[in-house]
C-alpha cells in the first residue's frame, strides 16, 4: 500500500464500527485528537489515535505503520499509550476527571475513547480573561472537583505527573477536568519515563520518578493554582533552585492568608514541606473535604513507604524543615548526580569528609539506617519449642522470681547488661505495642532539631519485666517488656525548664512511647515536626492538630485571670491512627501551667 501526504484520518470514516470521524480538534508529538460521533449512543466523543510524529506513516487506507529502523519505538508507545487509557478506564464517577470511555486497536496503531469536553483548554479560558486572572472565590469553584478527583486518584495509586492548565478543559456546563493521563504512573510499576511540563515540574521529577507520589501532583496544582490568581507562572523548579524568586500570591491579589499559606506550602520545593495528600490542600482553601477524608487512610497506605523513604533517605531537607538556613534543594539533585561518586568516596574512607560537610546528609542516613535496623528486627514472642526459646529459656533460669502460686506465670529480673548482652529486643505481646523505627540518639537529635534546643539527661531509670505465660493459643511464650527511661530537660520558649521522656527498649535503646511536657507552641512543634518522621505513614494533618490543641491553647490564655488555688484540667486522646495512640494532658494553675502530650506505637496510652 503506498504511502500518503495525508497526515489524518479522513472524515466521516468509521472506527470500531461504531465511530465516525467528525474532524481533528488538535495534534501534537504524541497523536491526534478527533472529534466523533458515537453513532450508538449518539453524542459526541473525542478519540485520540496513538500517531507519534516521525516514527509512523500513514497509508492510502489510512492505518499507520512503523518508519523503517522505528519499529520497536513505535511499539513500546502503543502499549504506554494502552497503559494510559487502562490505568483510569472504567472510572466514570471520579469528578473533575475527564472519562476515558473506549479504547481499542486498530489500523496498527492503538485509540483511546474519551468524553468530549467542548469548552476549551484552562489556557485559553484564561488568555480571554481581563487580566488573565480569576478571584480566590471563582478559583474555589474552579478547582474543588479538581482536586477531589485527583485525591481519588491517589487514593487508587494513581499520579498524574503532568498538571498544567493545558490539561485542565471545561465542559459544556462550564465545570473543568484533568486530562491527558500520558505521563500518569501507578504505584507497583517499574518503570515510567520523566514528564511534567518544565514550568509546573516539582524538583523530584528532575532526580528519579521513584521520588513521585501525591506530593508531585501537589506542587503541579498549586503552581496552576497560583497562575490563575496572580495571572503570573511560577519559577521553574530548576530556576528557584538558584534562586527563589517566587512572590507570595498576597503581592498580586486579596487572599485569605489561610489560603495563601496552603497554596506556598504547595510549592515548597522541600518535599518534607509539601502536604502529603490533596485533602490538606483543600482544608487550607476552605473547600469542602467530607468526600476526601474517607480517601486519608487508603492514601496513606498506599504511598506512606516512599514518603518515608525519601524523606529519611537525603532527598529531603531536614535543615529546612528544622532550621533557617534554607537548604537549597540544588545540593539535593546534585547529590543524586553525583551518587556514585559519593560511593566511591565513602569505600576509600571519605565517610567523615563527606557527612561533616553534609550533616543533614548524615542525620538523614542515620534514619534510613535506623528504619533498616528496625525491619531486620520485627517484635515477636519466642514460641514454644522453638530453638531461640529453648536457648533463652536456658539464660533465663538464673534470673527467675518467686512465682507466689502462679504456676502458669513465670517472672524475671534480668539485668539490663544481660538483655543486650542477649540482644533480647522486646517482644510483642497483650502487654506491648512495639516501638517506633528510632533509636534514643537519633530520636534525641531530632527533638534537639525541632525544638531548636539542647536536651539535657537528668535521671534514668530501667524496669525489668520478662516473663513465660500460657499464650491464648496454648502455647508456652516468652516476651519481653523492660522499660529503660530517660528523663531530659529542656526551655522552652517562655523560659521555664520543663522535662522530656524517653521509653526505650533496653536491648537496643528504640523507642517505646515519647512524653513531652511543655507549652502548646511546643507541643504543636512536636506534632507538625517530630511526628511525620516518627510515624510518616499515619501523621496528624494541620486540621486534626489545630483540634487537639485548640482547648490546651484556650486553658493556657486564661492563666493569668485564675484563683491562687484554682486549677483548669483537660484530657484528650487520639486513637484512630493505625500506627501509634496519643493522650494530652493539660494542667493550668495560676502559677504554673503545663500540657504533657504521649505518644506510643499502635497500642493504649497507659
Not at 508507545?77 to 472510572?91: L, P
Not at 521513584?210 to 490568581?229: F, H, K, M, Q, S
Not at 506491648?432 to 534537639?448: I, Q, R, S
Not at 487537639?548 to 484530657?571: C, G, H, I, N, Y
Request: include cysteine; glycine fraction near 6%.
Amino acid at each position: 500500500m503506498e504511502d500518503t501526504a495525508v497526515p489524518y484520518m479522513p472524515e466521516h470514516s468509521i472506527r470500531k464500527e461504531k465511530y465516525e470521524i467528525q474532524r481533528v480538534l488538535g495534534s501534537g508529538s504524541f497523536g491526534v485528537t478527533y472529534l466523533a460521533l458515537d453513532l450508538v449512543l449518539e453524542h459526541l466523543v473525542a478519540i485520540k489515535e496513538y500517531a507519534p510524529v516521525g516514527t509512523c506513516r500513514r497509508q492510502m487506507d489510512g492505518s499507520l505503520c512503523p518508519a523503517e529502523g522505528y519499529e520497536a519505538e513505535f511499539a513500546e508507545g502503543r502499549r504506554r499509550f494502552r497503559e494510559e487509557a487502562a490505568r483510569i478506564y472504567g472510572m466514570f464517577d471520579l469528578p473533575g476527571i475527564c472519562c476515558v470511555l473506549d479504547f481499542f486497536e486498530e489500523n496498527g496503531t492503538a485509540y483511546l475513547v474519551e468524553e468530549y469536553l467542548p469548552g476549551g483548554t484552562l489556557r485559553a479560558y484564561l488568555n480571554e480573561r481581563r487580566g488573565h486572572v480569576l478571584s480566590f472565590t471563582e478559583c474555589q469553584t474552579m478547582f474543588a472537583p479538581v482536586l477531589e478527583g485527583l485525591c481519588q486518584l491517589h487514593a487508587r495509586g494513581i499520579i498524574h505527573r503532568d498538571i498544567s492548565p493545558d490539561n485542565l478543559m471545561r465542559t459544556g456546563d462550564g465545570a473543568w477536568k484533568l486530562i491527558d493521563f500520558g505521563a500518569a504512573f501507578q504505584i507497583g510499576e517499574q518503570t515510567a519515563e520523566r514528564s511534567g511540563k518544565i514550568a509546573y515540574a516539582p524538583p523530584e521529577l528532575y532526580v528519579k520518578e521513584e521520588n513521585c507520589g501525591p506530593w508531585t501532583d501537589l506542587y503541579a496544582i498549586c503552581c496552576v493554582i497560583y497562575e490563575v490568581l496572580t495571572g503570573h507562572r511560577p519559577p521553574s523548579a530548576v530556576n528557584r533552585l538558584r534562586r527563589d524568586r517566587l512572590r507570595p500570591v498576597a503581592s498580586y491579589t486579596a487572599i485569605p492568608p489561610k489560603a495563601e499559606a496552603a497554596i506556598m506550602q504547595g510549592l515548597s520545593l522541600d518535599v518534607s514541606r509539601r502536604f502529603f495528600y490533596v485533602g490538606s490542600l483543600m482544608e487550607g482553601l476552605s473547600m469542602d473535604t467530607a468526600t476526601a477524608q474517607p480517601l486519608l487512610e487508603q492514601t496513606r497506605s498506599l504511598w506512606s513507604a516512599d514518603w518515608l523513604q525519601l524523606t529519611t533517605n537525603g532527598s529531603a531537607s531536614f535543615s529546612g524543615s528544622f532550621s533557617g538556613r534554607g537548604l537549597r534543594l540544588g545540593r539535593r539533585i546534585l547529590l543524586g548526580i553525583c551518587a556514585t561518586a559519593v560511593a566511591v568516596a565513602l569505600a576509600i574512607g571519605c565517610e567523615h569528609a563527606y557527612f561533616s560537610a553534609y550533616p543533614d546528609q548524615k542525620f538523614a542516613f542515620r534514619l534510613a539506617m535506623a528504619r533498616r535496623e528496625a525491619d531486620r528486627h520485627p517484635y515477636e514472642a519466642l514460641l514454644e519449642e522453638t530453638p531461640e526459646y529453648v536457648s533463652m529459656l536456658r539464660k533465663l533460669k538464673p534470673y527467675a522470681k518467686d512465682a507466689s502460686g502462679q504456676e502458669e506465670i513465670i517472672h524475671y529480673d534480668v539485668p539490663q547488661d544481660m538483655l543486650k548482652r542477649w540482644r533480647f529486643r522486646n517482644a510483642g505481646s497483650k502487654y506491648f505495642n512495639g516501638c517506633f523505627y528510632l533509636d534514643e540518639k537519633t530520636m534525641k537529635e531530632l527533638l534537639e532539631r525541632a525544638l531548636n534546643c539542647s536536651l539535657e539527661t537528668d535521671t534514668s531509670s530501667y524496669y525489668s519485666s520478662v516473663r513465660k505465660e500460657r499464650g491464648e493459643n496454648g502455647v508456652d511464650e516468652i516476651y519481653n517488656t523492660s522499660t529503660l527511661r530517660c528523663v531530659y530537660d529542656y526551655t522552652a520558649e517562655n523560659g521555664q525548664r520543663y522535662e522530656l521522656t524517653l521509653a526505650l527498649d533496653p536491648a537496643d535503646e528504640r523507642v517505646k512511647a515519647l512524653t513531652v511536657n511543655g507549652t502548646p507552641t511546643v507541643l504543636r512543634t512536636v506534632l507538625q515536626k517530630v511526628v511525620p518522621y516518627l510515624v510518616p505513614e499515619t501523621y496528624l494533618t494541620d486540621e486534626e492538630t489545630d483540634r487537639l490543641l485548640t482547648d490546651t491553647e484556650d486553658l493556657f490564655a486564661r492563666q493569668e485571670t485564675l484563683a491562687a488555688d484554682e486549677e483548669l484540667k483537660k484530657d484528650q486522646s487520639v486513637t484512630e491512627h493505625a500506627k501509634f495512640r496519643l493522650r494530652l494532658h493539660t494542667s493550668v494553675r495560676k502559677e504554673y501551667a503545663y500540657a504533657q502530650l504521649t505518644l506510643v506505637p499502635g497500642g493504649y496510652v497507659e
